[in-house]
């Protein structure tokens, strides 16, 4: 991968990708945006990976927004696209295939925050503050945070977060569900990678599978996820993971999956 704001590194089957443009604490401009969205799709379709732990470079920022300097010169047509276009780059994490963890190590907001939500896990730094600053900018959140906040948090706290613009802290961040652990910052990565393995060492369909009914589910009234979620019970019943699954346990022996 050759992506001159992004940097990756894989450790037996956990990719790294870092947003690295902390000169700007890592601000999505446009050509975050693509290089983020071409590089989930590359991800997505490479089988040495099989998930993603995705960081901001720096101390101080996860991802700061949108770029503030692009917005102020965007016109109504290309705000639509703006949008959209971050909106499709969220959605190639969110529905990569593969477990997608954000390791939130300090100012997420704005896009910052929606990126990280788009991710199926968020753990932070202590340091880390999260918040969706648009409404004192004049603008409304573009990347999905008047969608994805009332999901994760509930309507009345992603309400006050929207409106009042207000920055929280971790630990406030972890009291409302935004995240779901707070660790020192000097132990994130390790956390994240740590967290990352629990979930690898699970069945690989059963959690792509899983993953995708809590998602589709949510869109869904509870009668159409109930039988989401038989589908997919009936269809991991197909698979070798189950046979491995059930029979190490009854072996009294750890599982050995292969993800098929
Ligand atoms: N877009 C573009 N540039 C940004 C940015 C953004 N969202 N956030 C930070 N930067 C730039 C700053 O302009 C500054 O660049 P400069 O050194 O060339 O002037 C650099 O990053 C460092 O930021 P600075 O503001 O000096 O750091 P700080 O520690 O004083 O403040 C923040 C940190 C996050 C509180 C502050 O940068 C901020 O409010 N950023 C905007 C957050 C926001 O509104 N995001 C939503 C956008 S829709």
Known sequence: MNFDHLLLTV???????????????NALNDQVVDQLHRAAAQLAGDPAVKGVVLTGAGPKAFIAGADIGELAK??????????????????????????????????????????????HLRIASEN??????????????GYGGTQRLP??????????????????DAREALRIGLVTKVVPAAQLLDEADKLMRVILANGPVAVKLAI??????LEMTLEEGLALEADAFGLVAATDDMKEGL?????????????R
């Open 11 to 25: 450790n037996d089957g956990v990719a790294t990708l870092t947003v690295n443009r902390p000169e700007k604490l």
């Open 128 to 141: 880390a503050k999260f918040g969706q600053p648009e409404v004192k900018l004049g603008i409304t959140p």
């Open 74 to 119: 965007q016109g109504v047509l290309q705000g639509r696209d703006r949008s959209l276009a971050g909106q499709r780059m969220l959605a190639a994490f969110e529905h990569m295939g593969k477990p997608v963890l954000a390791a939130v190590n300090g100012y997420a907001l704005g896009g910052g925050c929606e990126l990280a939500m788009a991710c």
């Open 151 to 168: 999901r994760l948090v509930g309507k009345g706290n992603a309400l006050h977060l929207i409106l009042t613009g207000e920055q929280i």
């Open 247 to 259: 029979t190490a346990f009854l072996e009294k022996r750890a599982a050995r999956f292969a993800g």
């Open 212 to 217: 995708e009914a809590v998602h589709r589910g």
